[in-house]
Nanobody
Framework: QVQLVESGGGLVQAGGSLRLSCAAS????????MGWFRQAPGKEREFVGH????????YYADSVKGRFTISRDDAKNTLYLQMNSLKPEDTAVYSC???????????????WGQGTQVTVSS
């Protein structure tokens, strides 16, 4: 089992920035690829981006490319999501997930955090 706990969400104005963290415990963090997903009210869970194990590679959804950056600190067992130039349409609950391979489908991930709310005001 891998336990994941997100933090860093909150209320921010459009154009602002937030950094989300995802702290992992349990099995070896370095064994897992990590993904970020989000879910807005009344919508399906949406892929945001993922990061592989070493050697590190990242991949982003078109909607966040150039604005969001995913990184991981394996020494701290922590995943990050730096979000810049936020837009009201970025408002959602953001969740991190751990899986064997970096994929964009929710079905490819085995462990999930509870999520953290991000609200972007216009």
């Amino acid at each position: 089992q891998v336990q994941l706990v997100e933090s860093g969400g909150g209320l921010v104005q459009a154009g602002g920035s937030l950094r989300l963290s995802c702290a992992a415990s349990g099995r070896t963090f370095t064994n897992y690829a990590m993904g970020w997903f989000r879910q807005a009210p009344g919508k399906e869970r949406e892929f945001v981006g993922h990061i592989s194990r070493i050697p590190i590679r990242t991949y982003y959804a078109d909607s966040v490319k150039g604005r969001f950056t995913i990184s991981r600190d394996d020494a701290k067992n922590t995943l990050y999501l730096q979000m810049n130039s936020l837009k009201p349409e970025d408002t959602a609950v953001y969740s991190c997930a751990a899986g064997r391979l970096p994929k964009s489908s929710v079905d490819e991930y085995d462990f999930w955090g509870q999520g953290t709310q991000v609200t972007v005001s216009s």
